[in-house]
């Protein structure tokens, strides 16, 4: 049985009610001032969520444990963070990164003290995940997020070009990982690395390793642990080379990493290729996500997975556009359908 599960800054919202009556009990957080707390929503061009005013380090023990106590309050389990410390030294291998793995494995063992088993972070510097349109009108008028290649790579360069190659960024996670994957087996917290988004191999002068099925595979092979894995996000996942030309496919994916490498599912769907595509609603994507669903049951993955990047509705505001209420209610219905036909009833299940 998955973790079906949602993802919430630690500052409520009436909208949990509704996730809750949904059938949500777990949450997949993000920290209260962390790295992809500030980024998210600036990478897009809109209004972010607003940190508490705190004394407390965001990923401390005593700040992730007041996150979960937030949480617990409306009735939901903290099962993992996909926030970190900053960690844009680490990833391209600048002085300064030492003291940046230290925050990040500070960040490990709070968590496993705090029993969480999945901490999500991903490998793209100096931004979040991109897009160029966060307004795509879409089925019935509902907006959608989507990216187009050409103008993306026209906006203001990150890095000059050659400043960091792919292989400083390699050499970089090599380090990285050989330092935090040890400590996370010693936690008990198993690491789950995000694919760039758009999965391209750069963006504005900044390389994207992470933005293939070889990539991961590479990356896996770099520290061969349980604890070194992936957030199978599975709307980036489509979009890969490997996919678009046919080589391969996401259920086919999910059934040769299997479950010992996919601690956490990013369970969403898009249509177009790398240059150009659009979020879709779950039902109208180019994966078959009900063989998805049936691939996880196959593996025996139980871990979290949530929905991701829905479209906003009706009556709703585009603030947080892949964030709407409305669009992840009805991304977490059609989860919970797809899951019963896969695993069972859940009065059958042990």
């Not at 391209?92 to 960040?107: H, M, T």
């Not at 901490?119 to 160029?132: D, E, I, P």
């Not at 025996?300 to 949530?306: D, L, T, V």
Request: net charge negative.
């Amino acid at each position: 049985m998955i973790k079906l599960s949602e993802f919430f800054a630690p500052r409520p919202e009436n909208s949990w009610k509704l996730i809750k009556q949904a059938g949500v009990d777990t949450v997949v957080g993000i920290l209260n001032g962390g790295e992809q707390d500030q980024r998210m929503f600036a990478s897009v061009g809109s209004e972010g969520w607003t940190p508490d005013d705190r004394d407390e380090v965001p990923w401390s023990y005593e700040a992730l444990k007041h996150n979960v106590e937030i949480y617990e309050k409306w009735g939901f389990t903290m099962v993992g963070t996909e926030d970190t410390a900053p960690m844009d030294k680490i990833r391209l291998g600048q002085d300064g990164r030492d003291e940046q793995i230290d925050n990040f494995i500070e960040q490990i063992r709070a968590l496993g003290k705090l029993g969480i088993e999945v901490m999500a972070y991903n490998w793209m510097a100096l931004s979040s995940w991109g897009r160029t349109d966060i307004a795509m009108p879409d089925r019935g008028g509902a907006l959608v997020t989507g990216y187009n290649q050409a103008v993306g790579q026209a906006r203001d360069s990150l890095l000059e070009p050659g400043q960091v190659t792919a292989e400083d960024m390699w050499s970089a996670l090599e380090y990285f990982l050989k330092a935090v994957v040890p400590e996370a087996e010693k936690a008990g917290v198993r690491l789950a690395l995000h694919p760039d988004d758009p999965p391209q191999s750069i963006d504005r002068g900044v390389p994207r390793i992470m933005s293939s099925v070889a990539g991961y595979r590479r990356m896996l092979d770099i520290v061969d642990s349980d604890s070194n894995g992936m957030t199978l996000c599975q709307g980036n996942f489509a979009l890969m080379s490997e996919v678009i030309d046919g080589t391969t496919s996401i259920p086919e994916l999910i059934r040769e990493f299997g479950a010992a490498k996919i601690p956490f599912v990013h369970f969403r769907d898009v249509r177009g290729t790398v240059e150009d595509f659009r979020e879709t609603f779950h039902d109208d994507g180019q994966t078959d996500l009900a063989e998805c669903l049936q691939a996880y049951s196959d593996i025996g993955f139980a871990g979290p997975m949530r929905p991701d990047h829905v479209p906003t509705l009706e009556g709703e505001e585009n603030d947080k556009p892949g964030y709407a209420i409305l669009g992840r209610l009805f991304a977490l219905g059609y989860i919970r359908g797809l899951e019963h036909a896969a695993y069972g009833h859940p009065s059958t299940r042990a």
